[in-house]
Each structure stands twice: as C-alpha cells, then as structure tokens.
C-alpha cells in the first residue's frame, strides 16, 4: 500500500482553528507556513515531473541530427512548411502544447489539479514509447504532438499547483527549485543522446530509446507522486472548505513535526478576501483589470518562445554549420547542458530577494550578450563560451516568467489564464522551427542568432515596462 505524503494520522498535531473556516483562513494558513522538509518534499515531486517536459523539449536538439541521418527528417525543405523537414518535428511539440493548454487548461480549474496532472503525466508516457516506433516524418509528428498535448497540460498545471501551495515569501525559490530540476534534463539527455543517438542497440537506432528511456522515467514519477494532496486553494475557491482544512491540518502536522515548534498564527492581508463557488471565465482574462496583463504576457510568450526554443533545438545544427561534425556537435552540446542547471541553482539565492522584473533584465541581458557573442566566434572553447552564457541566461528567464505569471490571476481563473498565454507562447515555439530555418537558408547562423537575440529583448523589455511588482505579496492581495 502506497504511502501518501500527507498522513490521515497527522491530524493530531495540527493547528488548532476556530469552528468557523474561511476561505481566507485556509489562504492565510498556508503563506505562514515555515519552509520545512515537508514543503521542500512536494516541490521536488513536482519538480520531477516537470522534468520530462524538458526531456522532451531538450531532446529535440540531439535526436535530430540522428533523425537527419536516418532519412526521416531533412534540414530545410523546399516550402516553408514542408513536412518532412526537422522545422515540422521542432513545431509538433509546440503546437501539441498550444492544443492541450488551449482545450483543456481549464479542465484543471474545473476538476482540479492533482487529478489533471497526474493523467497528463501518463499519457505522456504512453505517446512517447509510441513515438519511438515510427519510420516516417508524418507518422512520428503525429505522436510528437499528441505527446506535446499531454506536456502542454501537464506544464501549465504545475506551475499553478506549485503558486498556490507554497507561501508567497518562497514562491520565487521554489519555481528556482522547479526549474533546476527541470533543467537537470537537458544534461541528462544531451549524454544520453551523446551516447546513443550515433549507435545501434539491440537492432534499434539509438535516437529511439531515447524516448524509450524518457517514458519510463516519466511512467516511474508518475507512480511516486500518486500521494500528492489536491490544492486547498483550489477546494476553497469551489466551497469545499472542509475538504480544504482538512488537508491543511495534514499538510500543517507534518510542516509542525520538522518545525520543531508551533506554527505562527495566520495573518490574513487586510481586505483579501478568497472567493468562492465561482465560474470559471475566459472572458475574465480580458476585463479592465487583467486586459493589459494580459496582452504584456501574450508579447513576453511568443518572443521568449522564439528566442529560447529558437536556440536550444537549434544549437547543435548552428554548430554544425560553423563546420564541426555530427560527434563534435553533440560533444559541445553536452559541455554546453552542463550549465542548464545553474541558472536556476544560483537564482534560488535572490529569487524572493529581487523584483521578478529585475532578475528578468539581467537574465535577458546575459542571453543576448552570449548570442552576439556566438556570431562573432570560432573555435571550441569560444563557441561553448558563448553557447553556456546563452544557456545560462535561457535557463533563469522561464524561471522567472513561469513564476510571475501565475501570480497575476486570480485561482478560480489561473489554470485557464495561465494556460492561454502559455498555449499562445507555445505557438512561438511552433514558429520558431521555421523562422530559424528560413534564417539559416537566407542568413546564415549570424541571421538566426541576431533573430534570437531580438526576441529575447522584446519578451524582457514587455514585463519590465509595463508589468506589476509582485515580490513578496499574497496571490490573493494581488488579485482583489
């Protein structure tokens, strides 16, 4: 019998509370919350399972020169959106990811959270180990966006499990938690790939069990998280607030037992008022309040998508159009993954020090220095300078972004809102494929970096001119 994190035998030591619960008691108790093994316990599962979404993104880069190898994919086609090119793969995770935070993020504001990311990690696990079967382009596009379909769902879910159950005063360090773990990824199958991708295992090209090996590690976490509790802001926000304070009480005994001491009294924020029993409404998105937060978040996706996914699947072709073979290539891409996960390691330690906007413009900055940088370079040691500063800057900025975003809706509406700019933002990367292949045939690596560093700035100049401060505040201060 498996053991959940949140033990019915705890109740015990809870909290004691009035025989009246609010919706804003369960707010207030959950962001007084200390910081203990408990909280740290869940972010981590969650964090795995965030894992696979970059396993899958990351992926992309290193299986497609063995794609390309095979005959199953080409580098560029005739037409802009030929079918067989690598453009087609690149964009069939993207737009997979568009249509499943599209169509179903607000299942997960109807049905919940718990309940909607634990199938999404499931089928894609299934959709993967499918994939690896194909022998054509359009066949293995077809199962690469229905795997897009599942991450897309999962990513979104995730984010707003993750904003509502951890107190505000840790909120930035633990989406840095989130995204370090995630990015362990992208190492992870860079040596995988390096591995495999130029062999033959067991009759099978190594591109292959790549994806073999990521459904099973996606089927492994997908067992290990079964224990996870529904969000209490959640159950609040639909009236179930017995439900709620129940898994409070579980989730305050445990936080209390490595405590080592009683839990400080809520203080609810003056005038938050948590509301509940309302319909979920995509039309909320674009009232007078959230309009231009909106519309600033729509800009700041599609241009992060572009820049980002532009690079990252990209960057072993870019160097091997600077002449370095298909070992070579993965060889410095590897070197370069290395770095992924000290983006997020290092912004853990200003994370809830710093304005989000502020982490942003220095995070955007390095990227597009390490892009300009690139152009101008040859040579190893140069070249995975560059690419790591690139990569270095890459990996804070949707840190920061996931984590600002999730912030500015309200959680009756945030699996939808969220959900919508992330699907729209997915669309960049979609686009991303082509507009850098387009780049490549007509200008060249320097034409496609110098693409790649315009976005970068349009995505932080959009938060850092027109978005809210956020630091340190109450998600439901900031959604009155």
Same mark, same amino acid.
């Given at each position: 019998?498996?053991?959940?994190?949140?033990?019915?035998?705890?109740?015990?030591?809870?909290?004691?509370?009035?025989?009246?619960?609010?919706?804003?008691?369960?707010?207030?108790?959950?962001?007084?919350?200390?910081?203990?093994?408990?909280?740290?316990?869940?972010?981590?599962?969650?964090?795995?399972?965030?894992?696979?979404?970059?396993?899958?993104?990351?992926?992309? !880069?290193?299986? /497609?020169?063995? @794609? #390309? +190898?095979?005959?199953?994919?080409? *580098? =560029?086609?005739?037409?802009?959106? &030929?079918?067989?090119?690598?453009?087609?793969?690149?964009?069939?995770?993207?737009?997979?990811?568009?249509?499943?935070?599209?169509?179903?993020?607000?299942?997960?504001?109807?049905?919940?959270?718990?309940?909607?990311?634990?199938?999404?990690?499931?089928?894609?696990?299934?959709?993967?180990?499918?994939?690896?079967?194909?022998?054509?382009?359009?066949?293995?596009?077809?199962?690469?966006?229905?795997?897009?379909?599942?991450?897309?769902?999962?990513?979104?879910?995730?984010?707003?499990?993750?904003?509502?159950?951890?107190?505000?005063?840790?909120?930035?360090?633990?989406?840095?938690?989130?995204?370090?773990?995630?990015?362990? !990824?992208?190492? /992870?199958?860079? @040596? #995988? +790939?390096?591995?495999?991708?130029? *062999? =033959?295992?067991?009759?099978?090209? &190594?591109?292959?069990?790549?994806?073999?090996?990521?459904?099973?590690?996606?089927?492994?976490?997908?067992?290990?998280?079964?224990?996870?509790?529904?969000?209490?802001?959640?159950?609040?926000?639909?009236?179930?607030?017995?439900?709620?304070?129940?898994?409070?009480?579980?989730?305050?005994?445990?936080?209390?037992?490595?405590?080592?001491?009683?839990?400080?009294?809520?203080?609810?924020?003056?005038?938050?008022?948590?509301?509940?029993?309302?319909?979920?409404?995509?039309?909320?998105?674009?009232?007078?309040?959230?309009?231009?937060?909106?519309?600033?978040?729509?800009?700041?996706?599609?241009?992060?998508?572009?820049?980002?996914?532009?690079?990252?699947?990209?960057?072993?072709?870019?160097?091997?159009?600077?002449?370095?073979?298909?070992?070579?290539?993965?060889?410095?891409?590897?070197?370069?993954?290395?770095?992924?996960?000290?983006?997020?390691?290092?912004?853990?330690?200003?994370?809830?020090?710093?304005?989000?906007?502020?982490?942003?413009?220095?995070?955007?900055?390095?990227?597009?220095?390490?892009?300009?940088?690139?152009?101008?370079?040859?040579?190893?040691?140069?070249?995975?300078?560059?690419?790591?500063?690139?990569?270095?800057?890459?990996?804070?900025?949707?840190?920061?972004?996931?984590?600002?975003?999730?912030?500015?809706?309200?959680?009756?509406?945030?699996?939808?809102?969220?959900?919508?700019?992330?699907?729209?933002?997915?669309?960049?990367?979609?686009?991303?494929?082509?507009?850098?292949?387009?780049?490549?045939?007509?200008?060249?690596?320097?034409?496609?970096?110098?693409?790649?560093?315009?976005?970068?700035?349009?995505?932080?100049?959009?938060?850092?001119?027109?978005?809210?401060?956020?630091?340190?505040?109450?998600?439901?201060?900031?959604?009155?």
């Amino acid at each position: 019998m498996r053991e959940h994190i949140l033990d019915d035998s705890a109740n015990t030591a809870a909290t004691s509370l009035s025989d009246s619960i609010s919706a804003g008691d369960i707010a207030a108790r959950l962001d007084r919350l200390p910081a203990t093994r408990s909280v740290w316990t869940m972010v981590l599962l969650l964090a795995l399972g965030s894992f696979f979404e970059f396993y899958e993104i990351f992926s992309t !880069a290193y299986v /497609m020169p063995g @794609l #390309i +190898a095979s005959g199953i994919l080409t *580098t =560029t086609t005739e037409s802009f959106f &030929g079918m067989t090119g690598a453009a087609s793969y690149i964009a069939a995770t993207f737009v997979g990811m568009f249509l499943g935070v599209l169509l179903f993020g607000q299942v997960a504001d109807r049905f919940g959270r718990r309940t909607v990311f634990t199938c999404a990690l499931l089928g894609y696990s299934i959709a993967s180990a499918i994939m690896a079967f194909q022998t054509d382009a359009h066949t293995l596009n077809i199962w690469r966006l229905v795997a897009g379909v599942f991450l897309g769902v999962e990513i979104v879910t995730i984010d707003t499990y993750l904003s509502e159950l951890v107190p505000a005063r840790i909120r930035g360090r633990a989406f840095a938690i989130l995204r370090m773990c995630s990015f362990i !990824a992208v190492p /992870m199958v860079a @040596l #995988i +790939a390096y591995l495999l991708v130029p *062999t =033959t295992l067991l009759g099978y090209e &190594g591109w292959r069990w790549v994806f073999w090996i990521g459904s099973c590690g996606a089927l492994f976490i997908w067992f290990l998280r079964r224990g996870l509790p529904e969000s209490p802001r959640w159950l609040a926000s639909h009236g179930r607030l017995k439900e709620a304070d129940a898994v409070l009480r579980q989730l305050e005994a445990r936080v209390q037992t490595h405590y080592g001491k009683a839990l400080p009294k809520p203080t609810p924020t003056q005038g938050v008022v948590l509301k509940t029993r309302e319909q979920v409404s995509f039309t909320e998105i674009w009232s007078r309040h959230y309009r231009g937060r909106t519309l600033m978040l729509l800009l700041c996706q599609v241009a992060m998508g572009i820049a980002l996914f532009g690079f990252s699947n990209w960057m072993p072709t870019f160097l091997v159009e600077h002449g370095i073979g298909l070992t070579k290539s993965l060889e410095y891409g590897l070197i370069i993954s290395c770095v992924t996960p000290l983006g997020p390691l290092v912004a853990f330690f200003f994370a809830d020090r710093i304005e989000r906007k502020w982490q942003l413009l220095v995070a955007g900055s390095l990227m597009i220095f390490g892009g300009l940088l690139f152009v101008e370079v040859r040579g190893m040691l140069p070249l995975i300078l560059a690419g790591s500063l690139i990569t270095l800057g890459a990996t804070v900025v949707p840190m920061v972004v996931h984590t600002y975003q999730t912030e500015l809706y309200p959680t009756r509406n945030r699996a939808l809102t969220t959900g919508f700019v992330v699907a729209i933002g997915r669309l960049g990367g979609a686009m991303s494929g082509f507009l850098i292949a387009a780049a490549l045939k007509y200008a060249g690596v320097s034409g496609a970096l110098m693409l790649i560093c315009g976005a970068m700035a349009v995505s932080m100049l959009s938060i850092i001119l027109f978005g809210p401060r956020t630091r340190g505040r109450s998600l439901e201060e900031l959604n009155r």
